[in-house]
């Protein structure tokens, strides 16, 4: 296994809630499903993929749990383009 080294920016996950802890009015489908926390900050020391570790955010706060990726990055987009709005905001511009 690679080790990932102490100062990489990863994300770690962590179980706020279990199954068995969550409120007994959520939906069915949300009931089966742990409360899942997700944070990125730099790695505390060296470590591998699914260890428990610790990071530093970016406001210096110390937090533990499962790291579980290196270099994590934006992936959602907004879609296509929708041409239609293109121009709003235009208006009298000389474009």
């Known amino acids: 296994m690679n080790t ?8 770690i996950e962590k179980t706020l809630l279990t199954t068995e802890q969550r409120a ?8 089966k499903t742990p409360y899942l926390m997700r ?7 060296d470590s591998q ?3 428990e570790v610790e990071v530093k955010t970016l406001s210096g706060r110390l937090i533990k749990g499962t ?11 907004f879609g296509d ?3 239609e709005l293109l121009d ?5 511009s000389k474009i």
Do not use: C, M, R
């Not at 790291?67 to 987009?77: I, Q, R, T």
């Open 88 to 92: 709003i905001g235009l208006v009298g």
């Open 24 to 31: 007994p009015q959520v939906p069915d489908d949300t009931k």
């Open 81 to 83: 383009t929708v041409e």
């Open 4 to 11: 990932i080294k102490s100062g990489t920016w990863v994300e």
């Open 67 to 77: 790291l579980k990726v290196v270099k994590p990055h934006y992936e959602h987009s």
């Open 49 to 51: 993929l699914n260890d």
């Open 39 to 45: 944070v990125a900050g730099f790695l505390v020391s």
